[in-house]
Nanobody, 123 residues
Framework: QVQLVESGGGLVQTGGSLRLSCAAS????????MGWFRQAPGNEREFVAA????????YYADSVKGRFTISRDGAKNTVYLQMSSLKPEDTAVYFC????????????????WGQGTQVTVSS
């Protein structure tokens, strides 16, 4: 069965960095768009970033553009989210997701989801 397993979350101070990883199994990794979403307490889940199947095209939410970088490693079936210059408002549970269709920011189009990893940014 398909599994997406996130790791790398934790507690970091404002201005710090973290790298999230999402290991995929049970699917043909190269056939899927990969995305990151996040959900803060009391808020709806929101789009953060997505990467094309080739890894050559990336898309970001305006709130993270210039601070976060999404990438993928086909040899490891893993997608990454490098987060820098972190702010308290980045505090959330971060989810990775896989989409078999066209690249999109619409979470409803994603087919598979991980369980999430907590990122907490202290002020």
């Amino acid at each position: 069965q398909v599994q997406l397993v996130e790791s790398g979350g934790g507690l970091v101070q404002t201005g710090g960095s973290l790298r999230l990883s999402c290991a995929a199994s049970g699917l043909t990794f190269s056939s899927y768009i990969m995305g990151w979403f996040r959900q803060a307490p009391g808020n709806e889940r929101e789009f953060v970033a997505a990467v094309s199947r080739s890894g050559l095209k990336t898309y970001y939410a305006d709130s993270v553009k210039g601070r976060f970088t999404i990438s993928r490693d086909g040899a490891k079936n893993t997608v990454y989210l490098q987060m820098s210059s972190l702010k308290p408002e980045d505090t959330a549970v971060y989810f990775c997701a896989a989409d078999y269709g066209p690249i999109t920011t619409d979470q409803g189009e994603y087919d598979y989801w991980g369980q999430g990893t907590q990122v907490t940014v202290s002020s």
